[in-house]
């Protein structure tokens, strides 16, 4: 069974075998042993490929450089008196630690850390949801986080993830975190994507986002030598997504506008081949990005969510 979807649940085993779970967790247990699967809380999953996915620790000691830079500039977006919600991830812990100074600022989370940051900051509301701890990453799943977003209305959501492809937007590798962020997203008006060049191009097993959901991606200037990611970054604008390079000071390459006080630079990332040939500035091919202006497909499916 696990062969055949990639996943599975413990509960799903036990109905099929007509057996315990408690019978079932044991012989995952001795499979995962001889090297057959992984197993994850509630299931099982095929080991290594599409289902790897770092511990916490390891996480935050990867590009902690760009995460700092794009966690900046995703905080410039941020108004006072506003209602967002906030995944789990290294890069929106970051982003939360500087929400902290946005006054009359509410945060809906499912990220024990990204509370942890919000905790002591003055005139900031912390709502977390309900569900089961993830130790791996310090976030609250299941059917109880998931229940207690029913209902819920924000602005924006601020989502990290595993990899992002223009084909299938954001994805992770756990299955029961890839359904919190969905009733995340369900929850908000626009979604922000947070995600360093190494997520660029990567694809992994349980998409969160669908492309023509996500409304900005916020990343960092990938380096010359990154095809990958540069191929990337032209897909997902090709596809009306809203580009955001951070870490673009004086000195980086591209003519930029000053940023309103109090808010940190950013710019449009100038893609792969054009970099210096637009005397007015980087620009993108995609028409859809100049301004916010979005295509009217992606305006229609924004007026669909709000009105559901």
């Known amino acids: 069974m696990v062969r055949a979807n990639g996943a599975v649940s413990l509960r799903e085993l036990a109905r099929v075998v007509q ?127 998931e229940q207690s977003l029913q209902g819920l209305r924000v602005s924006r959501a601020f989502l990290s993830g595993s990899g992002l492809t223009a084909e299938r937007g954001l994805s992770t590798s756990n299955m029961l975190s890839a359904s919190v962020d969905r009733a995340l997203v369900q929850a908000a008006a626009e979604v922000v994507v947070l995600a360093d060049h190494t997520k660029l191009g990567t694809d992994t097993m349980f998409q969160t986002v669908p492309t023509d959901l996500i409304t900005r991606l916020v990343t960092d200037e990938p380096p010359v030598h990154d095809d990958r990611a540069g191929t990337e970054l032209q897909a997902l604008a090709d596809q009306g997504v809203q580009i955001t390079v951070a870490g673009s000071g004086p000195g980086a390459s591209g003519a930029e506008s000053a940023p309103p006080p109090g808010r940190p630079g950013r710019r449009d990332v100038p893609l792969p081949g054009q970099r210096g040939r637009h005397p007015g500035g980087p620009q993108l091919r995609s028409a859809s990005l100049a301004g916010d202006g979005q295509p009217p497909e992606r305006a229609a499916r924004v007026a669909d969510l709000r009105r559901r």
């Open 19 to 145: 057996t315990s779970e408690v019978t079932v967790r044991r012989d995952v247990r001795a499979l995962e042993a001889e090297g057959l699967l992984d197993r994850r809380h509630g299931g099982a999953v095929l080991p290594g490929g599409f289902t790897r996915e770092s511990g916490f620790p390891q996480k935050s000691h990867l590009a902690t450089a760009e995460k700092t830079a794009i966690a900046d500039v995703a905080a410039g977006l941020v108004e006072e008196g506003e209602a967002i919600v906030v995944g789990a991830g290294t890069t929106t812990q970051e982003l939360a630690r500087r929400l902290a100074r946005v006054p009359g600022l509410t945060v809906v989370t499912n990220s024990l850390l990204v509370a942890q940051a919000l905790a002591h900051a003055n005139r900031v509301e912390v709502v977390m949801t309900g569900g089961t701890l993830r130790g791996s990453n310090y976030a609250l799943v299941g059917s109880g986080a």
